[in-house]
């Protein structure tokens, strides 16, 4: 197969030279020129084939020199041998096509397709990113016209063979199917779920009997729970038109009454439980009462009222109960990264109150990554001023390099940063709702963004004739001339771990936090610095590092450089009070050997533990880590990472690198307090029967399970781009999270698959009939899966794997039916679709039989 396919008239006339074009003459090229990419075959020997091409079908022809053209590429790239055009990796994932000297130019009205290799499988559309653009000589870039978008099959030709959707020879997972997903769906059944808190309580009695709530009611509320009462007070108005008002416990009430109290009373008659967070919510006639053993408690029992409460026949209903409750985990967290993309102050206390209501506590924030610093940083202007945009700029001076479908210019998606203020109102608004925000500062690998714009810094103070402030903060070594590649494809963002004065950096930018928390009347009690992914072979050759290791008893060589960032950074927190946080490969020298715990001065040092492919060894850290002295939470890959896809198909957004799908029903399924039962399939489909004979070796027991503080969801935002797409990723998984780290569910401890099932279809039918409809009235988006269908003998059959929703089919793709019952169809395809209220999912074609 030639490698390089030209589909050109063999005459050329004469091209214009590149000098010689205006602005808008590359505009118009750039206007009119198709780039698309297409998977030709993953499964190809001796390496996979992607596509790249070229449709020109504006008024100019493409010179044949002193052009490139930029993409974005989440794999490593090179052009297939024999080409007149070359793939460069510039940095990360931008690459750009230069032409050779062989190269004869793209006539008007010609194409050209590139071939070339990724450095692995690309089986779904987001593997893909938008806004590529052509540079021609000093003219400003532009950006290809059909690829300036957010629907990815604009210039990404359709994933539909098998060579392109399979991984590899062994890959087991199919695309789903709406006949797959109808067999899946057969097994649930909408249930009445008005009694189904999400999450579910420990204790829970209800009776028949509904209590009307009208304004005749009144709230009043102890002291130290004045938020809580006035919180219920604003939901009760803002979701049900109820106006009641609040008064402190003291004042006396003639009439129906709610109490919000905190602290010991006698206000109920069951006990509240002694554990921190507990709530007792009674539920009467006339009397309703919230008690938390503290404020937080207080406020989880005012959620559990609000859940129970419904609009029906035009009133505020909910059913007589009594329920004791407590959680099940300390650690009830939700990771956000808004390093690789930003998406404004809005969604982030969108977040913060949907983690409140379903009585998540820890919010932790990726402030920091190689594609962008978010947060101002007073004294560093260059961290957010560079930092935090993306660009085209080679040299760095002005902006980051672009990256992850940004785009040339500063206008680009995933741009943006919280100034001081936005950063105070966000702590004091999770402070309120009882919930801790952690904030992460990646090093010192992840740092680029950090590296470059001190860089910037340095330079600048330079310039000005002050060399002592230039090098106050610089964080990278000119001398180092070390070689690495980072699984991301950076070659230069790990942070100079030999420099002092990287901990004068690190120093900085905590006693900047400490002011900020101090600013919104918080305490910041634990600092995540991240540590993950170091590139290997990053200061090998710098020679400030040769120099520590000459003078520096106990740091040798390079393998000690890790253990001795983490002990200064460790020493810093502990000096300002704080805890330490970090990834779990921050905290090992390898996948069995942890850092010496005794080396590390803080009270705390917390691993968020997250890889746990099964079939690599290495789901066993977590007890490594416990076992040694740290305490973990539990951030497994495979179920709790967010950013994968909802299930196995080419149009779901997301990396799939743990697992090829992350559904709810998994999310659902997590058991945190046996972290081998989760156990199920390897990355290519094999059921895991054995983990231990996978492994090949054994698999160390819990021996500190008081060292599991609890778990984490994350969600990675390198294909997320807007705010409604992290929304489309996050929810409703997230509500599956918040189920498992506060209530463990009786089915657990054996682990059976029947409890699980009559459990898990309660808790789909109260999302549908009461959380989904609430979190879109918060103006929310959220992800409902393609409905299930088959087609016997002309009549179409639909179920929903959320039953409840409103399932519609079309012919035409414009009149849309709503299903109610089967019902005969023509000849011809149909094409199905999910809604409930304005959300609609992904339509569907069902071939036609």
Known sequence: MRRLLLTIAACWPALTLATEWSQQQLADFADHTELTFEVVDNLAEPGRVMRLSLDNQSEHALPAQGWALYFHAVRLVEARPDADLRIEHVQGDLHRLVPSEAFAGLAEGKQLQVEFTPSAHMVTYSDFMPRAFVVLADLEPEVFANTDTERLTDYVAPITETEQLRRNDDDQYSI???????????????????????????????????????????????????????????????????????????????????????????????????????????????????????????????????????????????????????????????????????????????????????????????????????????????????????????????????????????????????????????????????????????????????????????????????????????????????????????????????????????????????????????????????????????????????????????????????????????AIAEQRGLDLMGWEDGLMYDQKNTFNRDQFVNDKVIANVWDNIWEWGVADRAHRLANAGYQVVLSHGTHLYFDHPHEVHPQERGYYWAARYTDLAKVFSYMPDDVYANADFTRNGVAIDNLEALVGRPLPALEKPENVLGIQGQVWSETIRTAQQLEQMIYPRMFALAERAWHKASWEDSNSAAGRLADYQRFVSALVQRELPRLQAQGAAFYLPPPGAKLDSGRLTMNSLYPGVTLEYSQDGEQWLTYQDAVAIGDGKVLLRARLGDVISRTEMLPAR
């Open 176 to 570: 789903v199917s709406p006949e797959q997903r109808y067999q899946w769906a057969a097994n649930l059944a909408e249930v009445s779920a008005q009694t189904r808190l999400i999450p579910a309580p420990a204790q829970a009695k209800f009776r028949r009997a509904e209590v009307v709530l009208d304004e005749q009611w009144q709230i009043r509320y102890s002291g130290g729970a004045r938020f809580e009462a006035t919180y219920l007070q604003e939901r009760l108005a803002a979701d049900f038109a109820l106006e009641l008002s609040a008064e402190p416990d003291h004042i006396s009430v003639d009439g129906p009454v709610i109490y919000v109290l905190a602290g010991n009373t006698d206000a109920v008659d069951a006990e509240v439980p002694a554990t921190a967070e507990s709530y007792v919510l009674e539920v009467d006639k006339d009397r309703i009462a919230v008690v938390g053993r503290d404020v937080a408690g207080a406020f989880y029992g005012v959620q559990s009222l609000l859940g129970l409460t419904v609009n029906a026949d035009n009133s505020a209903q909910l059913p007589r109960a009594s329920i004791t409750d407590s959680p099940r985990a300390h650690w009830r967290g939700m990771h956000y990264d808004m390093g690789r993309n930003f998406h404004g102050k809005e969604v982030t206390l969108r977040l913060i109150e949907q983690m409140a209501r379903y009585k998540l506590n820890k919010l932790h924030l990726h402030l920091t990554e190689d594609e962008g610093w978010r947060l101002q940083i007073p004294g560093l202007p260059e961290l957010t001023d560079i930092g935090a945009k993306r660009c085209f700029d080679l040299a760095e001076s002005e902006c980051l390099m672009t990256q992850l479908g940004t785009g040339p210019f500063a206008s680009g998606s995933g741009n943006g940063y919280y100034t001081v203020d936005d950063f105070v109102e966000i702590l004091q608004f999770a402070a309120e709702r009882h919930i801790t925000v952690i904030p992460e500062i990646d090093m010192p690998g992840h740092a680029r963004a950090a590296v470059k714009s001190m860089d910037a810094r340095y330079q600048r103070l330079m310039q000005a004739g002050q060399p002592e402030a230039a090098e106050q903060y610089l964080l990278s070594d000119p001398q180092d001339t070390s070689e690495y590649i980072t699984v991301q494809s950076y070659t230069d963002n790990s942070i100079n771990v030999c420099r002092e004065s990287t901990y004068h950096f690190v120093d900085k930018v905590i006693y900047e936090l400490q002011q900020m928390y101090r600013q919104a009347g918080v305490k910041l009690d634990t600092f995540h610095m991240g540590g993950d992914e170091v590139g290997a072979g990053s200061w090998t050759e710098s020679p400030l590092c040769d120099e520590l290791f000459a003078k520096t008893l106990g740091v040798s060589g390079p393998a000690d450089l890790k253990p001795y960032f983490v002990s200064r950074v460790s």
